[in-house]
């Protein structure tokens, strides 16, 4: 029932999009969207009967199809339903359909008659054939739309969507022995088959879910450029599921081609895009916080399912922040997206324009992939701009879902586009000289490598680079509130967050106590499989990065820190999860301040605690580091509070909590840690160039004859 729903909303988004309401592509989609629906409504029934003991036999047997105008499927059994069951769905086979299918194919089972409970035959039904297996397999997945969307539809569009002839659409169909594909857009196959019940001859559904292990027969991912799932790639780039450790996802990595395709495309719908008033973008991008709204469960599997991060996490926090920024955004283009006039000395006047970059190119990151593409394209689209949008290389699922979203809504065709793969494709783009402006998100030595490249075409940037940010806890404040703090800065999202405040300075009165529940209440994190909602610890994004975090935590030990808490590779009892990328919370005391697990950013669950005494003397450790993203302080005394925050060097930080993120405050950093701003109203200025117009209403005085 849940696959059949993600197939269902992975199908409406394309199926809304694509015009022309009798277009074969469209009627195409629109029947794989139904057989969703029938999915549902046949696994919604089998397991109601099979929570109320029916017997099963009798239950498929009940179901039947005839061969009128179109096929009925119900059940006659009555232990449960209490009355005939009717799911409110037809497969629209008109008898010529019929016709075809049984020309076509030549292995049928029995057909069967319908009878009365007294052996005679329903006068209605007598000389009606169940469909054979054959034809149900074979029919099954190929018809029209499920109530609500028809309904939609209609609204929409305005005209009836007619059926399709199955042999026109089995042609499109992969099929294997006694499996239908069911190929969704971009995403994974999901597939389900029909077997023959062996009292009844007639067909039973099994729903299949592909097993990550199993990936090379899955269709890879696909680019999206110029408003189409697309590649010329032949190469294919593997993931790995990082709760299992066998193989994920894939995807075609983009050629030179595909590039340049990207960025001509983006080019081109600029300039349209750009034309049009704030007003009138603000509304699409509204739309588009809906519809990413309405996609929330999908999208927090497929950011569970890319980072490992817990379900709990991205289906919550990621959506919310996307749609929030999809908004803010929407409403700040309208108000401050245009110039000022002004009064000039003498006969003139002057006013100026905001106006677009052009093209740009957003580069994100791998451990919040949703948040990276919205944070970065809403404001770039809001102003005007056309993007070019590379996911990182491990967590492409999301940026293409953002695609669809962005067209849905009404974004034209080339404005918003999704490369593929890693540092060779965004070197391609970042050295185009079409390309305005540059917004990465990444380490440190990778953005020096992006800011050098874009220098040369003089590009404007934004960097959000790494951080080891400070968190400083003094005595006066709850001790269970600065233990909250400390966990949601080192262990949210399997420590996998750049703002993380790993360098936790504990004023020496309450360290001891602080660090008692800080590890008691660290042992009860619950560790498990990300799609799960209870589990709030996952794997890290793969198991090569849990084998870097395990060379920082191994190298620290040998150095003499002391490690009091976990380090280690965690247990999961499942048996799937054994060869997981897990790792236990890291918790370190009595560290040099000149250790590597000090100095360098870990991107991993390992906690630095540190004693101080003195209010200047951590002000000036928290400080002497090369980065500046972040920092945090907890007290009960805002004048004190206030005072620390203004003399640590960072770009963003935190009185009394942390790793909050809204979107109306500017999100970056000092030093090391960045260039720029995303977000607030400095977006305006990251987005857009000034033009300057004077205005002179007098004939122009020239000292020329």
Not at 81 to 101: E, Q, V, W, Y
Not at 152 to 164: A, N
Not at 217 to 226: G, K, R, T, V
Not at 284 to 309: C, F, H, P, W, Y
Request: net charge negative.
């Amino acid at each position: 029932i849940e696959i059949s729903r993600e197939i269902m909303s992975s199908y409406t988004a394309t199926v809304l999009r694509m015009g022309e309401i009798g277009s074969a592509s469209l009627v195409k989609l629109i029947t794989n969207q139904l057989a969703a629906t029938h999915l549902i409504a046949a696994g919604e029934a089998t397991l109601m009967a099979k929570q109320a003991g029916v017997d099963m036999n009798a239950f498929f047997d009940g179901v039947r199809a005839s061969a009128g105008n179109s096929y009925v499927f119900e059940t006659e059994t009555p232990l449960f339903f209490n009355k005939s069951f009717d799911p409110g769905f037809t497969i629209d086979l008109h008898c010529k359909d019929l016709r075809i299918a049984r020309e076509n194919h030549s292995e049928y089972l029995p057909l069967h008659k319908k009878k009365k409970e007294n052996n005679e035959a329903d006068e209605d039904h007598a000389n009606r054939d169940y469909m054979s297996y054959e034809e149900y397999r074979h029919a099954y997945p190929l018809h029209a739309l499920g109530e609500d969307l028809y309904l939609e539809t209609m609204d929409k569009y305005g005209e009836k969507v007619g059926s399709s002839s199955p042999a026109r659409l089995l042609q499109d169909r992969v099929t294997d022995n006694d499996g239908v594909t069911l190929a969704t857009p971009g995403y994974d196959d999901w597939s389900y088959t029909i077997e023959k019940n062996s009292d009844s001859g007639l067909a039973v559904l099994h729903l299949n879910r592909p097993s990550s292990t199993a990936s090379s027969s899955s269709s890879p991912l696909q680019p999206f450029i110029n408003g189409t799932f697309s590649s010329s790639s032949s190469s294919v780039h593997q993931l790995e599921d990082s709760a299992t450790g066998s193989p994920g996802k894939s995807y075609f990595i983009s050629r030179p081609e595909d590039v340049q395709e990207a960025i001509s495309a983006a080019d081109k719908a600029q300039e349209e895009w750009g034309a049009l008033a704030p007003a009138q973008r603000a509304k699409i991008l509204r739309k588009a916080a809906d519809l990413l709204e309405k996609r929330g469960k999908e999208v927090g599997r497929l950011e569970s399912e890319d980072t490992g991060r817990p379900i709990q996490e991205t289906e919550w926090g990621d959506v919310a922040s996307g749609v929030d920024c999809l908004n803010y955004f929407a409403g700040l283009c309208v108000v401050e997206g245009g110039g000022e006039s002004m009064e000039l000395p003498g006969s003139g006047w002057g006013y100026t324009r905001r106006e677009p970059l052009g093209v740009t190119v957003g580069i994100g990151a791998w451990n919040y992939p949703l948040q990276s593409a919205v944070w970065k394209s809403a404001p770039a689209l809001a102003f005007g701009n056309s993007m070019v949008f590379k996911p990182s290389e491990l967590t492409p699922s999301t940026a293409l879902l953002l695609a669809e979203v962005y067209q849905e809504a009404g974004v034209p065709a080339g404005v918003f586009n999704v490369v593929l793969g890693g540092g060779e494709v965004g070197e391609l783009l970042v050295n185009d000289d079409r390309v305005a402006k540059v917004s990465f998100t990444g380490s440190v030595e990778t953005g020096k490598k992006v800011y050098e490249m874009a220098s040369r075409g003089l590009k404007r940037v934004t960097m959000e680079l790494g951080g080891k940010s400070p968190l400083i806890i003094f005595d006066d404040c709850d001790i269970e509130d600065s233990v909250s703090g400390a966990m949601m800065a080192n262990w949210y999202s399997s420590g996998q967050v750049c703002s993380n405040g790993t360098r936790v300075y504990v004023h020496e009165n309450i360290i001891d106590k602080f660090l008692e529940r800080l590890i008691e209440r660290t042992a009860k994190l619950k560790v498990g499989h990300p799609l799960k909602p209870e589990t709030e610890v996952g794997p890290m994004v793969t198991r090569a990065h849990r084998d870097k975090v395990e060379g920082f935590i191994q190298r620290a030990v040998d150095g003499g820190a002391k490690l009091v808490y976990g380090g280690k590779r965690q247990g999961v009892d499942e048996e799937e999860l054994k060869d997981g990328a897990f790792i236990s919370p890291a918790i370190f005391v009595g560290c040099s301040e000149d250790m590597e697990i000090a100095k360098e950013e870990v991107f991993g669950m390992a906690m630095c605690v540190f004693p101080f005494s003195d209010e200047d003397d951590v002000i000036q450790r928290a400080n002497n580091t090369r980065f500046g993203l972040s920092a945090g302080v907890f007290t009960n005394n805002l004048a004190r509070g206030h005072r620390v925050i203004s003399k640590l060097k960072v770009g963003t930080s935190w009185l009394n909590n942390y790793n909050l993120a809204p979107v109306e405050m500017s999100w970056g950093g000092y030093k090391q840690s960045g260039l720029g701003r995303e977000n607030g109203r400095v977006a305006v200025e990251s987005w857009t160039q000034l033009k300057s117009v004077y205005v002179e209403k007098e004939n122009v005085a020239c000292s020329y004859e």
